[in-house]
């Protein structure tokens, strides 16, 4: 009799701690507006990247009720100075890190200027089913109002909900998630800085409460082709945008610099000016992948519209901003030169 008293006060005890284990997250820090310092709080005039991650944890500690965390220190930059060589390590360390039963999921503090890239390149190569989440803020830490904490505990309530997983990267900022794919900075200096212009968010966080209310159909990380963990650069893609009274001077230096591939970011519906498009169509033949994209902000890049794309060998981007094409054309051209396969994937991703 004892003995089963004992055993069942064992087993209590087990399913107590197991019910009361919190998710095991990781912050990877990169610098930005969040992890900002300025002299003024009612000036706009800062220094991104310039707090620790250690210190931006700190200042919220409401987060550790939810999780376990840890903090490490991939960067500590304004997100205008990302490179490909800073999203290999990260999101080679975010698979490493996620492959691990020690970690059920992954914060990224990021600067806004080019989260929405960043977050899309992860989408592509990390495998994983466990949650990502970006996060920054518009104002720094030493602003009136600022926007960071409430941000951070928004996107640690996001890692660690259930729902999250299986979702691909997602980005929140101002009470909003959004998908990786879709999510594109629209405004210079609002706290509502973040929209997704084709789709629209895929859920809010409030005060922590988190709620969905639909998904990306877009493969994205376990079932993405891409594999970086064996490569240390990749192509280079070079973007053009374009105008009215266009040249053909910035086409041909892509090529003249070795790019492989060009996006170019058109008038409407991706279309160059005559002088640009010549140029285009001349580095198509010499072997440059050039894809059409738009300029406009919402819509897709459609083949064979104003541009005959079967007789130049152009692709076209679909609903992908130029940044994020670019991203893709990086990507694709690790895998494959052919151009059909290359079109396939701007329906696929
Ligand atoms: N340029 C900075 C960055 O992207 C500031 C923008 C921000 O984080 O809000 O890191």
Request: hydrophobic share 40%; no cysteine.
């Amino acid at each position: 009799m004892t003995k089963i008293l004992e055993k069942i006060t064992v087993l209590t005890l087990l399913g107590t701690s197991l019910l009361l284990a919190k998710p095991n997250i990781v912050i990877l820090a990169t610098g930005g507006t969040i992890a900002g310092s300025g002299e003024s709080a009612t000036k706009s005039a800062y220094s991104a990247g310039a707090v620790t991650v250690d210190k931006l944890l700190a200042a919220v500690p409401s987060i550790n009720e939810m999780a376990t965390i840890k903090g490490e220190q991939v960067s500590s930059i304004g997100s205008q100075e990302m490179s490909n060589a800073v999203w290999l390590k990260l999101a080679k360390r975010a698979n490493t890190l996620l492959s691990s039963d020690d970690v059920d999921g992954i914060v990224v503090t990021h600067g806004t200027d080019t989260m929405e890239s960043t977050a899309y390149f992860l989408d592509l190569t990390v495998k994983s089913k466990k949650p990502i989440v970006f996060v920054g803020a518009m104002r720094s830490g030493t602003s009136m109002s600022a926007d960071g904490p409430m941000n951070l505990f928004n996107a640690v309530s996001v890692v660690t909900n259930k729902e999250t997983a299986g979702k691909g990267v997602v980005v929140v900022m101002n009470d909003e998630i959004h998908s990786a794919r879709e999510v594109t900075k629209v405004n210079t200096s609002s706290v509502n800085a973040f929209a997704s212009p084709n789709a629209g968010k895929i859920g809010t966080v409030y005060y922590g409460a988190v709620n969905y209310y639909m998904q990306t159909l877009r493969k994205h990380t376990i079932d993405s082709e891409f594999d970086i963990t064996k490569i240390d650069s990749l192509p280079r893609v070079d973007i053009v945008y374009g105008h009215a009274d266009d040249t053909d001077l910035f086409v041909n230096a892509a090529v003249k610099a070795g790019a492989k591939g060009i996006i170019h970011s058109g008038m409407g519906n991706g279309n160059p000016f005559p002088l640009t498009m010549d140029a285009l169509a001349k580095a198509s033949k010499a072997g440059v992948v050039v894809a059409r994209s738009s300029r406009v902000g919402s819509g897709r890049t459609t083949l064979h519209n104003e541009v005959d794309d079967e007789k130049y060998g152009f692709i076209a981007t679909d609903s992908l901003n130029a940044q994020k094409a670019r991203i893709l054309l990086m990507l694709g051209l690790t895998k494959t030169q052919d151009k059909k396969a290359l079109q396939d994937m701007y329906f696929k991703y």
